[in-house]
């Protein structure tokens, strides 16, 4: 789950599941707290999938808001469970809108956000929060979010970050029944998630979400440290330790992203999880840049993410998250390279599953 701010880790619980299960168990509706009007969605510089929504427009539905960001792999994680709530029950009652409230420069872009649309199939509403009006509106501070409310415009339930989807599916299928739906399927929708949107080895994960931007910069150990926003040599020392990565070649260091001078620019990083993704993309849009990724020095073969072949060699087209590396078997602590051809990436923030 990520923060405005920061970044703090998240993990499913079965504490939600087991709640909403004991009540169903026994036939009782779940406690659902009033916790006040659905706010505004006015503060959307723009709509996708949809001609443009209002909260008047939506009374006697269920309304589900998620909020988003499109190189998020917490959301990415969720998007199955989203997408088939939408699938099941939006004939019966329920408009899913997600909100996309962009954390990188970048994810402001529309262009991009249709193309994610398009590459993630994300098939209902979509909300652009470029001004950060729909967040505020709600005081939300997390990607992804999950506001619920009835079909009167009050929020009866909200979770933040991945997980309880048992849950959540429950709340969406009590208010639809309140509304007076008496076709709703109880039976909880059933997700095989691949690729990126396969859930984390939260057993295995020992690695922390790290930006490599000074505005959030952690755990940098090139021996010149950082020199923000100024084209500087960089050198990867030896012995990187658990979480530790380092810069090798000429980079610039600016708030939001390391950008690679020339090439054979490398990134280093010694890490702890299955999966490792790295939100990256060209600074020239348009243009497509090489790289190869290794593991403790060799090619990752069956070790290799989904952006990836087993030599490690893959190519930079876009500004979006890659997923470089996911171990198989046995996880352990790995060190991992990647190196550019040509000058002119920009990279974002390591993620990891």
Not at 14 to 36: I, K, Q, V
Not at 60 to 76: D, E, H, K, P, S
Not at 222 to 236: I, K
Not at 312 to 332: C, K
């Amino acid at each position: 789950m990520r923060t405005e701010g920061a970044a703090v880790a998240a993990s499913p619980t079965l504490t939600g599941f087991l709640r909403s299960f004991a009540h169903r168990m026994s036939g009782d509706a779940l406690p659902l707290p009033d916790e006040g009007n659905l706010p505004s969605l006015e503060g959307a510089t723009g709509w996708l999938n949809v001609e443009p929504l209002t909260i008047e427009s939506l009374r006697g539905r269920v309304v589900l808001v998620n909020f988003w960001t499109y190189t998020c792999i917490n959301w990415i994680r969720t998007l199955p469970y989203v997408r088939a709530w939408d699938t099941k029950y939006r004939d019966l009652g329920l408009t899913v809108i997600g909100v996309h409230t962009p954390e990188f420069g970048f994810e402001r872009n529309v262009d991009n956000v249709i193309s994610a649309i398009g590459d993630l199939d994300v098939p209902y509403p979509v909300a652009l929060d470029n001004a950060y009006e729909i967040w505020g509106a709600f005081d939300n501070h997390f990607w992804p979010a999950t506001f619920i409310a009835d079909g009167q415009g009050r929020i009866r339930y909200h979770h933040f970050g991945e997980g309880e989807y048992a849950m959540t599916e429950m709340v969406i299928q009590q208010l639809l029944t309140a509304e007076g739906v008496e076709a709703v399927d109880l039976d909880l929708v059933s997700v095989d998630a691949s690729g990126l949107a396969q859930a984390a080895d939260w057993h295995n994960l020992r690695s922390p979400e790290t930006y490599l931007g000074s505005a959030r910069l952690s755990g940098l150990v090139s021996p010149d440290r950082a020199q923000p926003e100024a084209p500087h040599d960089y050198t990867t020392p030896t012995g990187l330790g658990l979480n530790q990565w380092a810069l090798s070649g000429r980079w610039t260091i600016w708030q939001h992203a390391a950008t690679s001078n020339e090439p054979d620019g490398r990134i280093a990083f010694r890490f702890y999880a299955r999966d490792l993704n790295l939100v990256m993309g060209p600074t020239d849009p348009g243009t497509s840049i090489a790289f190869r990724v290794s593991l403790d020095g060799t090619s990752p073969r069956h070790h290799h993410g989904v952006d990836v072949d087993e030599q490690g060699e893959g190519i930079v087209t876009q500004q979006r998250l890659y997923q470089l590396i996911r171990q198989t078997g046995s996880i352990e602590d790995r060190l991992f390279e990647i190196e550019f051809a040509d000058a002119g990436v920009e990279a974002y923030s390591f993620t990891f599953g």
